[in-house]
Nanobody, 111 residues
Framework: QVQLVESGGGLVQAGGSLRLSCTASGSGFSDNLMGWYRQRPGAQRDFVARISSGGSTNYAVSVKGRFTISRDNAKNTVYLQMNALKPDDTAVYYC?????WGQGTQVTVSS
């Protein structure tokens, strides 16, 4: 089985930065796509960013230019660097890979 554990969430003021991490257990990390999604209370879970095994990236329009996704295959870890944070970025952020979700980490951005 695959287990994904996120960390790095917290409270930050608008304009600030956070870096999220997601570490995967099990085999196959290096060969698979990984992504970040986010969900506000009562709202949809939306795509944020993804990265392929080869390092190709894709971003939601709402975060492009502010967020950067990266991965360290030696550590089975994917990162999401979030800069210029806005109150609308407030959500629980989830890591996804190989058909599995992490448990989420809360990001709160104050005005």
């Amino acid at each position: 089985q695959v287990q994904l554990v996120e960390s790095g969430g917290g409270l930050v003021q608008a304009g600030g930065s956070l870096r999220l991490s997601c570490t995967a257990s099990g085999s196959g990390f290096s060969d698979n796509l990984m992504g970040w999604y986010r969900q506000r209370p009562g709202a949809q879970r939306d795509f944020v960013a993804r990265i392929s095994s080869g390092g190709s990236t894709n971003y939601a329009v709402s975060v492009k230019g502010r967020f950067t996704i990266s991965r360290d295959n030696a550590k089975n870890t994917v990162y999401l660097q979030m800069n210029a944070l806005k109150p609308d970025d407030t959500a629980v952020y989830y890591c996804w890979s190989m058909g599995f979700w992490g448990q989420g980490t809360q990001v709160t951005v104050s005005s």
